[in-house]
């Protein structure tokens, strides 16, 4: 059962939270020990066993739910803002530009293959993840097919599926290749059929 917390106690989870991520950004999951989280957050080991009881884990658990959150975040507030197409556009630039500045280094896939190995919750975080962002890019669709941008016959879910999917394997193949063609290729190309479904309605 989790515990409530003050807001002293959520800015104080927050840090460590913040923290660790920071450490396994720079020295990688497996060589992240709970004493250089607790020396890069003044933290001590009481403290981080209070709001972390089952250690490690736990930690790398709530490290990889805010990487996760960090994903959406960092496409705001243009993927909220879907409403023409230049937004998409600026949306489109934001995506590319991010995983340009991460490479081939993905915090959250790393987290989550060690992670995803020994606790069940990091299905439940990547799930979560893409629902979300799901759920976002099918709005934006919508707030289009409302002005008459794309088409109503346009399945917005399947659409906003597939254009996740894209985005997906394009950021597997940054990650396998350090190209950023097959994401760029992969919206675009996306968009652009989005917006023809309107001029051939």
Same mark, same amino acid.
């Given at each position: ?133 799901? *759920?976002? #890019?099918?709005? &934006?669709?919508?707030?289009?097919? /409302? +002005? $008459?941008? %794309?088409?109503?016959?346009?399945? !917005? ?7 996740? *999917?894209? #985005?997906?394997? &394009?950021?597997?193949?940054?990650? /396998? +290749? $350090?190209? %950023?063609?097959?994401?760029?290729? !992969? ?15």
């Amino acid at each position: 059962m989790t515990r409530a917390l003050t807001r002293k106690g959520e800015a104080t989870r927050a840090r460590i939270v913040a923290g660790a991520a920071a450490e396994i950004r720079e020295r990688g999951v497996d060589d992240v020990r709970l004493e250089d989280v607790m020396a890069h957050t003044g933290t001590s080991k009481g403290q981080l066993f209070h709001y972390f009881p089952d250690g490690k884990e736990e930690l790398l658990l709530a490290v990889a739910q805010h990487e996760a959150d960090q994903v959406l975040i960092d496409q705001e507030p243009m993927l909220s803002n879907l409403t023409s197409w230049p937004a998409w556009l600026a949306w489109r630039d934001r995506l590319v530009e991010r995983y340009l500045a991460q490479g081939v280094k993905c915090p959250l896939n790393g987290l989550l293959g060690q992670t995803g190995r020994r606790a069940p919750g990091a299905q439940a975080i990547v799930t979560g993840l893409m629902w979300r962002w799901q *759920a976002a #890019i099918t709005e &934006g669709i919508r707030q289009m097919q /409302s +002005t $008459g941008d %794309i088409a109503p016959d346009v399945d !917005a879910e399947r659409a906003s599926a597939a254009l996740l *999917a894209g #985005i997906q394997g &394009g950021v597997l193949l940054l990650l /396998s +290749t $350090g190209k %950023i063609d097959h994401l760029e290729a !992969a919206l675009d190309l996306t968009i652009e059929r989005l917006q023809a479904s309107a001029r051939t309605a």
